[in-house]
């Protein structure tokens, strides 16, 4: 069985078909009834409980036609373009891709960050947000003349552009009070003064604009939990409706089907799933299409491609409508992807003609090792000083160690601060008395560090979980230190509370902790960065729960491709690994 198929087989396995319960609107805006499950899922239309200013007094908001596709073939992923935020080069760069009849080519290839492309309805202009000028703005590419513009000039942060069906109008969130908040823009007429959209203490995050233009789904942690709501464009005074919420789950990255009937989203709580709820039937409970996430309907709605994430890599994977089908079966990805979106074939030519005339770039790696010590008679190699870095024992294999060096100068530049300056551990020297029997720790391999947690209890580090194939890991955040938005971004992904289990609560005390509202200010995933010069994050021990070092929340392992004993002879002698521990 190849690789692809296993994971399919996996995939299949790991769909549980959750189920939230729904409820119809009710009339009088001050006594809603919700509908909930045992697990206190909601997933209902309700009167909305703040009222808002009428939104735009020019017609031209309302679309003029429908944004529906048409498909070329009878598998609508078999045309179309996929278009991603990918990690190149040390840089997010947008890219166009299709597995079948388009090889990756980068749209972009500059020196700065890239996220979030959104292509217009008829296909000529792509937004996506950059950070150019040091602030995260959103960007408008023309594709037929490749001029490029600036729709922002934020003096904090602004990304996750989505136009109006259209193509007049650009929803978009942006940070205001130190809280994101959704804002509709003019493109076509920059005397338009921009609307505010949401207004609440809370952060409004990731729109979602449908091809009726009449409504805008969107990200809330109004009420602690991230929920999807809807605004509705033509009721001020009921301006806003909740769509999905749960007291155990969290809901994200909402996107609406080509003919508007259909609205999916991820659901994550042991791990990300991805939903479908079709608004027009009497379909009363979402369905479950798979594991995933930033999922995108392609042509004719008969499927959501989406990405999904193992522990340290992804995968692109489309799932059809019908039950426990893919129309794409999984497809590893090198590079890391950051978000994603789809061109209907009706649309892709100018895009297609515009990367006609561009070259695409070939990726740069972000260090270069330089082997100096290796005995080629043993192929082993010794270990090399870290200059300046604190830590028992300063040292790295000769293979690795600029990696490290070109990582660490890498985030103090972008961070503002030093955290790899002080590590708990690099490598791990066999201990003097030791008998058989020793953990297999990456540390004695010299290819592992172990950062300082210090930052955790001080607040300029933040850790959000993330449960794949059964096992936790961590992503780990670091703070900015400059708070103005030219360093990072906002965390939209709740972040974990280890302190919870200690105060009280025995689910917390069970569970090692509790997910927690979004923390303010920018931030580095650090996690990202790091898997960008080779450093992949480790599951959690089994029982991190009640022992915090099993966490591994602050361990980091460049492997290279090679398993634990294969790195070890790198270091010791067959004779000097069967002392300690037996080999396979």
């Known amino acids: 069985m190849n690789t692809s198929a296993r994971l399919f087989t996996r995939l299949i396995l790991l769909i549980p078909f959750l189920v939230v319960s729904l409820s119809a609107c009710k009339p009088e ?128 942060y602004a990304c996750s552009p989505t136009w109006s069906p259209d193509g007049r109008w650009v929803a978009y969130e942006v940070v205001m009070d130190g809280k994101l908040n959704l804002v509709i823009r003019s493109v076509m007429d920059e005397s338009v003064a921009p609307h505010r959209l949401t207004d609440n203490g809370g952060n409004n995050f990731d729109p979602a604009w449908s091809p009726s233009g009449r409504e805008i789904a969107f990200v809330t942690d109004r009420n602690g939990r991230l929920e999807l709501w809807l605004a509705n464009l033509d009721n001020p005074q009921q301006r806003f409706n909740l769509v999905a919420r749960s007291e155990h789950a969290d809901y994200t990255h909402p996107v609406w089907s080509g003919d508007g009937h259909s609205l999916a989203w991820v659901r994550t709580d042991e791990f990300e799933e991805i939903e ?37 890599s ?139 947690l210090d930052p955790l209890d001080s607040g300029w580090m933040a850790v959000s979980r993330e449960d794949i194939l059964g096992r936790t890991y961590w992503r780990v955040w670091l703070k900015c230190m400059q708070q103005d938005g030219t360093c990072g971004v906002p965390i939209q992904n709740p972040v974990w509370d280890f302190n919870a289990r200690i105060q009280g609560s025995s689910s917390a005390y069970e569970n090692g902790g509790l997910a927690t509202t979004l923390p303010q200010g920018y931030w580095i995933d650090f996690t990202s960065f790091a898997l960008g010069y080779g450093w992949e994050r480790l599951p959690a021990g089994s029982n991190w729960q009640v022992y915090f070092p099993e966490t591994r929340i602050n361990r980091f392992v460049l492997r290279d491709g090679l398993s634990w004993h294969e790195a070890m002879r790198q270091r010791f002698t067959d004779t000097t690994i069967e002392s300690y521990w037996s080999l396979p």
């Open 29 to 156: 805006p001050t006594t809603p009834e919700i509908a909930a499950d045992a697990e206190g899922t909601v997933v209902s239309l309700l009167q909305p409980s703040e009222t808002a200013a009428p939104l735009l007094s020019t017609p031209t908001l309302i679309p003029t036609t429908s944004n529906g596709a048409v498909a070329t073939t009878e598998n609508p992923a078999a045309s179309g373009l996929i278009i991603l935020a990918v990690k190149i080069g040390g840089f997010a760069q947008l890219a166009a891709y299709h597995p079948l009849n388009q090889a990756l080519t980068q749209i972009t290839d500059d020196e700065w960050d890239h996220a979030d492309p959104a292509i217009s309805p008829d296909g000529t202009k792509l937004a996506f947000c950059a950070d150019e000028f040091g602030h995260w703005d959103i960007f408008i590419l023309d594709l037929p003349t490749g001029e490029k513009t600036n729709l922002t000039n934020a003096t904090t």
């Open 276 to 312: 479908a709820w079709n608004l027009e039937s009497e379909q009363t409970r979402p369905v479950t299409m798979g594991s995933g996430s930033h999922p995108v309907w392609m042509d004719e709605e008969q499927g959501v491609l989406a990405v999904v994430h193992s522990a340290n």
């Open 314 to 452: 992804n995968d692109l994977v489309a799932y059809s409508t019908e039950p426990n089908l893919l129309l794409l079966p999984p497809i590893h990805q090198k590079n890391e992807v950051l978000s994603i979106s789809w061109l209907p074939a009706k649309s892709a030519l100018p895009l297609k003609k515009y990367l006609s005339q561009h070259s695409p770039a070939s990726e740069t790696r972000l260090w270069q090792p330089e082997i100096s010590t290796q005995d080629v008679s043993s192929g082993r190699y010794e270990m090399v000083y870290l200059p300046d870095v604190t830590a028992p024992e300063p040292y790295l294999i000769d293979t690795v160690n600029e990696s490290f060096n070109s990582m660490r100068a890498a985030l103090r530049s972008k961070l503002g601060w030093d955290f790899l300056k002080i590590l708990e551990s690099a490598s791990i020297s066999i201990p003097a008395y030791s008998s058989s029997g020793l953990r297999e720790d990456w540390g004695y391999t010299g290819r592992a560090i172990t950062v300082n």
